[in-house]
């Protein structure tokens, strides 16, 4: 879309970043004001659509947009004063290390000030640099369309990631003629160019994966980023070749697929899917950096020298960074996918496979643990019941957020997504505590469907101002705390882990927390008994509102969660667990 080539108009900063941003299709930034943004308000108020999403927070921001860019599919933007600058590192940075793209604005104070120690003056370009593919610094009204073309450019192509812009208080209202504003429209969604891995190595992969004798395919997230769901399937279909995934990963074809192996690794996946892959011949990872979260620390797949492996990934760094491969295929997963089914297909006119259908062995390990009945202590329910409520229920335009913790373990194992694509969200590359809640926000913004947020209470309190935001916009998000008064994570690393027997600096005092969710004005209610279950959810995502429920849980040095290392010790010391 070409606006003022050959047809300069004068400008003050503050429009040509809004027209820009209206240019690439933006229609929502999240971000809280600051005196160094007024300026550019001032101009949004009277001359742009594009809505704004006040927090209370600019953490809070920074996470709802980043899982507002994995719904939408779309570069997200973000913006945040300069005395709040530091804030956004945490969504920030889990966008750099998810692959997802957000253009992050933070005004600052007039240009060279901060080295007159001028009020919340710091070298935003350099905090930033390390967790953004690039940080810009305007300092020029007649860069801003050239560098904002750059921004997405950057953001949405090869590897997707952040992009950082600092913009000075002086620039949003100085003035300059412009003659290139417009927009480059391949550079509104990501992925935005697709390169196809080399030919002679696709061909190599083929012919190692119709030798398997037992393949397996893991996706991580990377397969979503791409969109590679249709493409994986065909090709698991084609070959008749089991699906696993990473968390991060979850979805990329629907989980009651016959070839859907569900979640493996250490988050999450079953002893059923991690024996499978442990016992494959033949690796093909699609768009996973292989991390230690998804490899049971690099144990999954046993040892090295017993299995093949390939690896397609966008990222070069990635791949065979953590194993040894046959065939190191670098491209976008979907167009490399596309290309190699073509090749099969073309070269093997006849293939047949013999069908393998993994639904009864699914349906065998999650029934185990459906029926399993494990004892609960007194006044706490078991989460399994929770997802399995959540499963029964949980319509096909939902969207599920969750902390890193065990707030995304009992899910990732239990609940069945039906269909393929983005629609449970957590934050498994940096993994820092209170994202599920901005994510829920965030994700309200792309999504016309309900959203469950699963939290903590440790989690909860880094982001309870933000209910009042969640209630402002009065989105269908129900926020569901699975509540045990303690940092229930590194309590059950300490005492199943390092021995401890008494853990230090991990429970906390109890909190009214549905009184808090009143307060802002959540519709509420407590679980206290295995049959209200249901019911409770139901009326919740019936309500087109800010819904919030308690279930006391019992911590994990209790009832031990779908996590291989903690189920190892479990077994050790006759402790209940689940597998």
Same mark, same amino acid.
Request: one cysteine or more; glycine letters at 8%.
């Given at each position: 879309?070409?606006?003022?080539?050959?047809?300069?108009?004068?400008?003050?900063?503050?429009?040509?970043?809004?027209?820009?941003?209206?240019?690439?299709?933006?229609?929502?930034?999240?971000?809280?004001?600051?005196?160094?943004?007024?300026?550019?308000?001032?101009?949004?108020?009277?001359?742009?659509?594009?809505?704004? @999403?006040?927090?209370?927070?600019?953490?809070?921001?920074?996470?709802?947009?980043?899982?507002?860019?994995?719904?939408?599919?779309?570069?997200?933007?973000?913006?945040?004063?300069?005395?709040?600058?530091?804030?956004?590192?945490?969504?920030?940075?889990?966008?750099?290390?998810?692959?997802?793209?957000?253009?992050?604005?933070?005004?600052?104070?007039?240009?060279?000030?901060?080295?007159?120690?001028?009020?919340?003056?710091?070298?935003?370009?350099?905090?930033?640099?390390?967790?953004?593919?690039?940080?810009?610094?305007?300092?020029?009204?007649?860069?801003?369309?050239?560098?904002?073309?750059?921004?997405?450019? @950057?953001?949405?192509?090869?590897?997707?990631?952040?992009?950082?812009?600092?913009?000075?208080?002086?620039?949003?209202?100085?003035?300059?003629?412009?003659?290139?504003?417009?927009?480059?429209?391949?550079?509104?969604?990501?992925?935005?160019?697709?390169?196809?891995?080399?030919?002679?190595?696709?061909?190599?992969?083929?012919?190692?994966?119709?030798?398997?004798?037992?393949?397996?395919?893991?996706?991580?997230?990377?397969?979503?980023?791409?969109?590679?769901?249709?493409?994986?399937?065909?090709?698991?279909?084609?070959?008749?070749?089991?699906?696993?995934?990473?968390?991060?990963?979850?979805?990329?074809?629907?989980?009651?697929?016959?070839?859907?192996?569900?979640?493996?690794?250490?988050?999450?996946?079953?002893?059923?899917?991690?024996?499978?892959?442990?016992?494959?011949?033949?690796?093909?990872?699609?768009?996973?950096?292989?991390?230690?979260?998804?490899?049971?620390?690099?144990?999954?797949?046993?040892?090295?020298?017993?299995?093949?492996?390939?690896?397609?990934?966008?990222?070069?760094?990635?791949?065979?960074?953590?194993?040894?491969?046959? @065939?190191?295929?670098?491209?976008?997963?979907?167009?490399?996918?596309?290309?190699?089914?073509?090749?099969?297909?073309?070269?093997?006119?006849?293939?047949?496979?013999?069908?393998?259908?993994?639904?009864?062995?699914?349906?065998?390990?999650?029934?185990?643990?459906?029926?399993?009945?494990?004892?609960?202590?007194?006044?706490?329910?078991?989460?399994?019941?929770?997802?399995?409520?959540?499963?029964?229920?949980?319509?096909?335009?939902?969207?599920?957020?969750?902390?890193?913790?065990?707030?995304?373990?009992?899910?990732?194992?239990?609940?069945?997504?039906?269909?393929?694509?983005?629609?449970?969200?957590?934050?498994?590359?940096?993994?820092?505590?209170?994202?599920?809640?901005?994510?829920?926000?965030?994700?309200?913004?792309?999504?016309?469907?309900?959203?469950?947020?699963?939290?903590?209470?440790?989690?909860?309190?880094?982001?309870?101002?933000?209910?009042?935001?969640?209630?402002?916009?009065?989105?269908?998000?129900?926020?569901?705390?699975?509540?045990?008064?303690?940092?229930?994570?590194?309590?059950?690393?300490?005492?199943?882990?390092?021995?401890?027997?008494?853990?230090?600096?991990?429970?906390?005092?109890?909190?009214?927390?549905?009184?808090?969710?009143?307060?802002?004005?959540?519709?509420?209610?407590?679980?206290?008994?295995?049959?209200?279950?249901?019911?409770?959810?139901?009326?919740?995502?019936?309500?087109?509102?800010?819904?919030?429920?308690?279930?006391? @849980?019992?911590?994990?040095?209790?009832?031990?969660?779908?996590?291989?290392?903690?189920?190892?010790?479990?077994?050790?010391?006759?402790?209940?667990?689940?597998?």
């Amino acid at each position: 879309m070409v606006e003022t080539k050959d047809c300069p108009v004068t400008m003050n900063g503050a429009q040509v970043i809004l027209r820009m941003l209206e240019l690439h299709g933006v229609k929502h930034v999240f971000g809280l004001p600051g005196e160094t943004t007024i300026g550019w308000y001032k101009e949004w108020q009277s001359h742009s659509s594009i809505e704004y @999403v006040l927090t209370r927070d600019e953490r809070t921001a920074s996470f709802a947009a980043e899982a507002y860019a994995k719904i939408t599919g779309r570069p997200a933007v973000l913006e945040a004063p300069s005395p709040g600058v530091t804030h956004c590192t945490p969504g920030m940075t889990e966008a750099y290390l998810s692959s997802v793209p957000v253009i992050y604005f933070s005004s600052d104070i007039p240009i060279n000030q901060d080295k007159r120690h001028g009020l919340t003056g710091i070298d935003q370009t350099a905090l930033y640099a390390s967790i953004s593919k690039e940080s810009f610094y305007l300092t020029n009204v007649k860069d801003i369309p050239f560098l904002l073309r750059r921004a997405f450019r @950057v953001a949405t192509s090869g590897k997707p990631g952040p992009v950082h812009i600092r913009v000075p208080i002086n620039i949003f209202h100085e003035t300059a003629e412009i003659r290139d504003l417009y927009a480059e429209e391949d550079y509104q969604v990501y992925p935005a160019h697709r390169p196809v891995a080399d030919h002679s190595k696709i061909r190599k992969a083929i012919e190692i994966l119709l030798a398997a004798k037992k393949p397996v395919i893991i996706c991580g997230q990377g397969a979503l980023i791409s969109k590679a769901s249709a493409i994986v399937q065909e090709l698991a279909e084609l070959l008749q070749i089991p699906v696993g995934t990473t968390t991060p990963g979850k979805g990329v074809i629907p989980e009651t697929h016959p070839l859907a192996l569900r979640v493996i690794g250490a988050r999450g996946g079953m002893e059923y899917s991690n024996d499978y892959v442990f016992n494959t011949d033949t690796v093909l990872f699609v768009g996973t950096n292989t991390d230690s979260s998804s490899t049971d620390h690099w144990k999954l797949y046993g040892n090295p020298a017993s299995k093949t492996f390939l690896h397609l990934d966008i990222a070069e760094a990635h791949v065979g960074n953590n194993f040894p491969v046959k @065939v190191g295929l670098v491209g976008d997963a979907r167009a490399s996918l596309e290309y190699m089914v073509e090749l099969i297909k073309a070269g093997n006119p006849d293939l047949k496979r013999e069908p393998l259908d993994l639904n009864p062995m699914k349906r065998t390990a999650l029934e185990k643990v459906f029926k399993s009945n494990i004892p609960m202590p007194a006044g706490v329910m078991s989460p399994v019941k929770l997802i399995m409520a959540l499963d029964k229920i949980l319509p096909e335009n939902a969207i599920v957020t969750a902390e890193p913790g065990v707030s995304a373990i009992f899910p990732s194992a239990l609940l069945s997504l039906r269909r393929a694509g983005r629609s449970f969200i957590t934050n498994y590359s940096m993994g820092s505590l209170g994202y599920s809640v901005p994510a829920a926000l965030g994700a309200s913004f792309a999504n016309d469907g309900p959203v469950i947020s699963l939290t903590g209470d440790g989690s909860l309190a880094f982001v309870m101002g933000d209910f009042e935001t969640i209630c402002r916009s009065r989105k269908n998000v129900t926020i569901i705390l699975t509540r045990n008064d303690t940092y229930g994570w590194i309590r059950g690393e300490a005492i199943l882990l390092d021995n401890v027997d008494v853990p230090w600096a991990t429970d906390f005092g109890a909190v009214d927390y549905l009184k808090v969710a009143e307060g802002f004005g959540f519709k509420t209610a407590r679980i206290t008994s295995e049959d209200q279950i249901e019911s409770t959810l139901q009326d919740a995502i019936s309500h087109k509102g800010p819904n919030f429920i308690e279930i006391m @849980v019992p911590t994990q040095d209790k009832i031990i969660p779908f996590v291989p290392a903690w189920v190892r010790v479990a077994k050790e010391r006759n402790l209940p667990y689940f597998s």
